[in-house]
């Protein structure tokens, strides 16, 4: 379960003045205004992230097997997308309150909340999750969510401002390794831990799975927690449907009946896996892990 394997930085792009001047125009214009500019934008932002730019392409010429002119649009209109949801995102900290959530499978996130134990609820970087913490307002749980310390602190700033009204707190994953005890004290307290579970970092304890036609490696940590404090699993996925709609997919995982722990993570690390795939066949287009993911 243990093994040398392909991890994200840890980093994200983009300037503190560039995020700020964003946010003040979002306050005075509508949202849409900024997807438009985007089409042009993004051929440019394309040519100046070369390496992100070729993992997409890579993505859907391998793992889809579309040719050569449909793998390099698609690769446009999922840049375009990954674009609209980061408006999205400033246009949340400015104040827009136009976006909308679809959510059909409620009643297993609503049975989470009142449940007295701890739960885990595994994401990714597939589509928006973080807007469900801008749009889904609860007091029940504190929900803890696991950011990366790597990331700007013009974006740490908005985010925390934008969930403190949401029962929603961020922690931080840095070197010093200070999260693992507010991680432990979160889940003793019967709060909810939100964690990515498709990226690997700061730890090589992963599992190789068979994911869209290839093999990827990935952490087991969502699922070693889960066992150990035998919490509720669940996988949230926040889809951009329309302009300013969103759908909601959540799905529940079970601890296996299994002697073995190490077999009853994997089994749970798979059954993860096997939902993620899932949502990215319906939405191919909403996958933003920019690096090259899967096994050469």
């Given at each position: 379960m243990a093994a040398k394997a392909r991890q994200w930085k840890g980093t994200t792009g983009g300037y503190t003045f560039g995020q700020k001047a964003l946010k003040i125009l979002l306050s005075v214009m509508d949202v849409r205004?900024?997807?438009?500019?985007?089409?042009?934008?993004?051929?440019?932002?394309?040519?100046?992230?070369?390496?992100?730019?070729?993992a997409i392409y890579h993505y859907f010429r391998k793992q889809?097997?579309?040719?050569?002119?449909?793998?390099?649009?698609?690769?446009?209109?999922?840049?375009?997308?990954?674009?609209?949801?980061?408006?999205?995102?400033?246009?949340?900290?400015?104040?827009q309150k136009k976006f909308?959530?679809?959510?059909?499978?409620?009643?297993?996130?609503?049975?989470?909340?009142?449940?007295?134990?701890?739960?885990?609820?595994?994401?990714?970087?597939?589509?928006?999750?973080?807007?469900?913490?801008y749009l889904l307002k609860q007091d029940k749980k504190r929900i803890n969510g696991l950011i990366y310390a790597g990331e700007k602190a013009e974006i740490r700033k908005n985010r925390t401002a934008a969930f403190e009204n949401n029962n929603v707190?961020?922690?931080?994953?840095?070197?010093?390794?200070?999260?693992?005890?507010?991680?432990?004290?979160?889940?003793?307290?019967?709060?909810?831990?939100?964690?990515?579970?498709?990226?690997?970092?700061?730890s090589d304890k992963s599992l190789e799975c068979r994911f869209l036609n290839g093999k990827a490696r990935f952490p087991v940590g969502a699922f070693v927690l889960a066992t150990q404090y035998q919490t509720p699993l669940i996988v949230i996925f926040a889809l951009k449907t329309t302009a300013s709609l969103y759908?909601?997919?959540?799905?529940?995982?079970?601890?296996?009946?299994?002697?073995?722990?190490r077999e009853k993570i994997n089994s749970m690390t798979r059954s993860y896996v096997h939902l993620l795939e899932n949502i990215v066949k319906k939405y191919p287009e909403q996958w933003f892990n920019f690096y090259e993911f899967w096994h050469e």
């Open positions: 205004m900024g997807y438009a500019v985007l089409l042009f934008a993004v051929p440019f932002y394309m040519l100046k992230n070369h390496r992100e730019y070729l889809w097997n579309y040719p050569v002119f449909k793998s390099f649009y698609k690769t446009y209109v999922n840049h375009l997308l990954f674009g609209q949801m980061m408006l999205d995102r400033f246009a949340v900290y400015a104040g909308r959530i679809e959510n059909p499978d409620n009643e297993i996130f609503m049975q989470m909340l009142k449940n007295k134990k701890g739960c885990i609820m595994a994401s990714s970087h597939v589509g928006n999750p973080e807007i469900c913490g707190r961020t922690i931080p994953v840095g070197e010093d390794m200070s999260h693992v005890f507010t991680i432990n004290e979160a889940l003793r307290n019967g709060e909810i831990l939100t964690m990515p579970c498709d990226r690997i970092y700061g759908k909601i997919y959540i799905s529940q995982i079970n601890i296996p009946e299994i002697a073995d722990k």
